[in-house]
Antibody, heavy 120, light 108 residues
Framework: QVQLVQSVGEVKKPGASVKVSCKAS????????ISWVRQAPGQGLEWMGW?????????NYAQKFQGRVTMTTNTSTSTAYMELTSLGADDTAVYYC????????????WGQGTMVTVSS | DIQMTQSPSSLSASVGDRVTITCQAS??????LNWYQHKTGKVPKLLIY???ILERGVPSRFSGSGSGTDFTLTISSLQPEDIATYYC???????????FGQGTKLEI
């Protein structure tokens, strides 16, 4: 079946970086883009950016994360990555990857989420 | 940037009630609006895309309407399993860009 499996949770110190992975299976990876969404404790969903599943790695980042986030893919392993640098306490959140919908601009399939905790 | 405003932020209703959640965009977004259900401890679930198209497998008691700046998610007869936070999401395509509303927490 179609699924996205994310890496396990991480604890990072302020100022560090984190790289979360999202391994896809059950579909043609190159045919769908992937977005990254986060949810801080007690807060709502926040879109971070999008990367195409194709070989050109086209990206579009939310302005808030420009300069601090990098999204990449490895098509040989059908895995997407999201790296966030210069972490602060307010980056503590569950990070989700989500696949584009088959026929529309929406998130059809979600990863299980990765908890990233930033603490000294 | 286009802002999305959901109302109410929280809502208490009874089983069988008709529930309506609204989402307003700060400018015309045509029908580029989706709705998600997010239950505690679960991953978000797509309910409605392109303002009014029901996602496969979603119960027919859920419906969406609207275009331009004003949108509505309706649950025709609330069920206990509908307890969740609901989010609207607008999108701009090519390349894709998304913005979520702040969410509506629905309680029974």
């Amino acid at each position: 079946q179609v699924q996205l499996v994310q890496s396990v949770g991480e604890v990072k110190k302020p100022g560090a970086s984190v790289k979360v992975s999202c391994k896809a299976s059950g579909y043609t990876f190159n045919s769908y883009g992937i977005s990254w969404v986060r949810q801080a404790p007690g807060q709502g969903l926040e879109w971070m950016g999008w990367i195409s599943g194709g070989l050109n790695d086209q990206t579009n980042y939310a302005q808030k994360f420009q300069g601090r986030v990098t999204m990449t893919t490895n098509t040989s392993t059908s895995t997407a990555y999201m790296e966030l640098t210069s972490l602060g306490a307010d980056d503590t959140a569950v990070y989700y990857c989500a696949r584009d919908h088959l026929i529309g601009f929406a998130f059809e399939i979600w990863g299980q989420g990765t908890m990233v905790t930033v603490s000294s | 940037d286009i802002q999305m405003t959901q109302s109410p932020s929280s809502l208490s209703a009874s089983v069988g009630d008709r529930v309506t959640i609204t989402c307003q965009a700060s400018q015309d977004i045509n029908k580029y609006l989706n709705w998600y259900q997010h239950k505690t401890g679960k991953v978000p679930k797509l309910l409605i895309y392109d303002a009014s198209i029901l996602e496969r497998g979603v119960p027919s008691r859920f419906s969406g309407s609207g275009s331009g700046t004003d949108f509505t998610l309706t649950i025709s007869s609330l069920q206990p399993e509908d307890i969740a936070t609901y989010y609207c999401q607008m999108y701009q395509n090519l390349p894709p860009r998304y913005t979520f509303g702040q969410g509506t927490k629905l309680e029974i």
